[in-house]
């Protein structure tokens, strides 16, 4: 079966720009999750979808990043006016559920972001 | 703030060695759980702990989790190359919510 795929694996852009970056869950998973990786850290976090509504987006950095779940399966993190600060990893997660406190999350391997 | 530490940040040793690399907290965590990541790829869930002292094996790999819940322990037991990888801790607070704090993981690296 299909794991958590997201697209694209890089992406290079000028500081200033606007990027999206799309994340394709594992059919059924009604939980979806954002984090950033910069180089030598863990994964931190940003936003939660249950479904389409993001319930928690507390980690959003600021005001240039949006994220969006339309139809509850593909997301989509938007980040307006790129600053050389935002290049890290972006991984997506997913996960059947969100309740629970064991819940299992799935990771696509992630889009390197670099701002140049 | 809740946060994990882990140490040691990078860990070079032999095949056939034991290793345990720690992640600890000032915070209580509802669940703890120890993540693999591969160079290019995602986190791949190894284990979670939810328990107070709760001793988990997978393998060659011990887990486990203080009582207090704010710290865990992993342990490798004869370690061999493919071990290598960096090892994350991540937790959710007891206080609730869906967010999942990461540590920043021990990079460990197994010479054959």
């Known amino acids: 079966g299909a794991g958590v795929s997201q697209t694209p694996s890089n992406k290079v852009t000028e500081k200033g720009k606007y990027v999206e970056l799309r994340c394709d869950p594992i059919s059924g998973h009604t939980a979806l999750y954002w984090y950033r990786q910069s180089l030598g850290q863990g994964p931190e976090f940003l936003i939660y979808f249950q479904g389409t509504g993001a319930a928690d987006d507390s980690g959003l950095p600021n005001d240039r990043f949006f994220a969006v779940r339309p139809e509850g399966s593909v997301s989509t993190l938007k980040i307006q006016r790129t600053e050389r600060g935002d290049s890290a990893v972006y991984l997506c997660?997913?996960?059947?559920?969100?309740?629970?406190?064991?819940?299992?999350?799935?990771f696509g391997p992630g889009t390197r972001l670099t701002v140049l | 703030t809740q946060l994990l530490e882990q140490s040691p940040q990078f860990l070079s040793i032999q095949e056939g060695e034991n290793l345990t690399v720690y992640c600890n907290s000032s915070?209580?965590?509802?669940?703890l759980q120890w993540y693999r990541q591969e160079p290019g790829e995602g986190p791949v869930l190894l284990v979670t702990v939810v328990t107070g002292g709760e001793v988990k094996k997978l393998k060659r790999l011990t887990f486990q989790f203080g009582d207090a819940r704010k710290d865990s322990s992993l342990h490798i037991t004869a370690a061999q190359p493919g071990d290598t990888g960096l090892y994350l801790c991540?937790?959710?607070?007891?206080?609730?919510?869906?967010?999942?704090?990461f540590g920043a993981g021990t990079r460990l690296f197994v010479k054959a």
């Open positions: 991540a937790g959710k607070a007891e206080t609730g919510g869906f967010k999942t704090i």
């Open positions: 997660a997913s996960s059947l559920m969100a309740s629970g406190i064991s819940n299992e999350q799935f």
């Open positions: 915070s209580v965590f509802s669940s």
